[in-house]
């Protein structure tokens, strides 16, 4: 037997305590042992393979969780991306990352081509040309049917469906946006995520969820008002790194505290979410 076929038996032992002791020694690593996905399916006993599976992806969630808290860590903000790829995995470890990332490229590239030689501070043009490039050319836009939250905020599955949650669809313009050179930042407004610029003709924001809606100030405050928001001007201010991921995170606490069995990842969630939060 070999070593991937020995611990797949492994992950099916419905003893807890071989299951903890060996769920710790895989997340220690950076991903699993090659074959390993392949060894679990090949188990014959159907309950055997389904409780190998759900531990294996386990496994990928409590090594999603780690990395995003070592991201909380003092120093520089982490990386968007990176980040916001770890927040899909925490939900789905074998979510296809790789695509999703080359697709990212492939938008910033085709933006880039559109907008030309874009000046600093970008110009209203510019920012306009952006929004309609992903709003209108692209069709990316809010998802006001589906309830299916985790699948609304991984970032591989809007970037296919082209349709999620505003925080998800704004780090889609974050990204492509950066590869694209134009200066966009991350605006966490109650109950609604956007993003801004600071263009040549002073502030102006992008509503991902409405098509890429171009808007001034007062166009965000009616926004909110409509949320039964009451506008401040604080409401407005760039939000960072952490505070993007926290709030990823915390979009999925409360769904999956209303499953049935769904505790494990709320609390997975949480953590992840106060460690970005509580970081310096």
Same mark, same amino acid.
């Given at each position: 037997?070999?070593?991937?076929?020995?611990?797949? %038996?492994?992950?099916?032992?419905?003893?807890?305590?071989?299951?903890?002791?060996?769920? &710790?020694?895989?997340?220690?690593?950076?991903?699993?042992?090659?074959?390993?996905?392949?060894?679990?399916?090949?188990?014959?006993?159907?309950?055997?393979?389904?409780?190998?599976?759900?531990?294996?992806? +386990?496994?990928?969630?409590?090594?999603?969780?780690?990395?995003?808290? %070592?991201?909380?860590?003092?120093?520089?903000?982490?990386?968007?991306?990176?980040?916001?790829?770890?927040?899909?995995? =925490?939900?789905?470890?074998?979510?296809?990352?790789?695509?999703?990332?080359?697709?990212?490229?492939? $938008?910033? $590239?085709?933006?880039?081509?559109? $907008?030309?030689?874009?000046?600093?501070?970008?110009?209203?043009?510019?920012?306009?040309?952006?929004?309609?490039?992903?709003?209108?050319?692209?069709?990316? +836009?809010?998802?006001?049917?589906?309830?299916?939250?985790? &699948?609304?905020?991984? =970032?591989?599955?809007?970037? +296919?469906?082209?349709?999620?949650?505003?925080?998800? =669809?704004?780090?889609?313009?974050?990204?492509?946006?950066?590869?694209?050179?134009?200066?966009?930042?991350?605006?966490?407004?109650? =109950?609604?995520?956007?993003?801004?610029?600071?263009?040549?003709?002073?502030?102006?924001?992008?509503?991902?969820?409405? &098509?890429?809606?171009?808007?001034?100030?007062?166009?965000?405050?009616? $926004?909110?008002?409509?949320?039964?928001?009451?506008?401040?001007?604080?409401?407005?201010?760039?939000?960072?790194?952490?505070?993007?991921?926290? %709030?990823?995170? &915390?979009?999925?606490?409360?769904?999956?505290? %209303?499953?049935?069995?769904?505790?494990?990842?709320?609390?997975?969630?949480?953590?992840?979410?106060?460690?970005?939060?509580?970081?310096?």
């Amino acid at each position: 037997m070999s070593e991937v076929a020995a611990i797949a %038996r492994l992950l099916a032992d419905p003893d807890p305590g071989v299951a903890s002791a060996l769920r &710790r020694q895989l997340a220690s690593r950076a991903q699993d042992p090659p074959g390993l996905r392949e060894a679990v399916e090949c188990l014959a006993d159907p309950i055997e393979r389904s409780r190998a599976r759900e531990a294996r992806l +386990e496994i990928g969630r409590d090594r999603a969780a780690e990395t995003l808290v %070592r991201f909380s860590q003092p120093g520089a903000e982490p990386d968007l991306e990176a980040g916001a790829f770890e927040i899909a995995r =925490l939900e789905d470890p074998d979510v296809d990352c790789g695509t999703a990332r080359a697709r990212v490229d492939d $938008l910033g $590239l085709l933006a880039r081509r559109k $907008l030309g030689r874009v000046g600093r501070p970008p110009s209203r043009a510019s920012l306009a040309a952006l929004a309609s490039f992903l709003g209108e050319t692209e069709g990316f +836009e809010g998802d006001r049917a589906d309830e299916d939250v985790p &699948r609304c905020s991984s =970032l591989p599955h809007v970037l +296919e469906r082209k349709r999620g949650l505003p925080i998800a =669809l704004s780090v889609v313009y974050l990204l492509v946006a950066a590869r694209a050179g134009v200066a966009l930042y991350g605006v966490g407004a109650p =109950l609604h995520f956007i993003v801004g610029a600071l263009t040549d003709d002073g502030p102006l924001y992008l509503d991902p969820f409405d &098509r890429g809606r171009v808007m001034g100030a007062e166009d965000v405050a009616s $926004l909110l008002r409509k949320l039964d928001v009451s506008f401040r001007p604080e409401h407005l201010s760039p939000t960072g790194t952490r505070a993007i991921l926290a %709030r990823m995170a &915390r979009n999925l606490v409360a769904y999956h505290a %209303r499953k049935q069995r769904g505790e494990p990842r709320a609390r997975r969630y949480a953590r992840v979410a106060l460690a970005m939060e509580e970081a310096p």
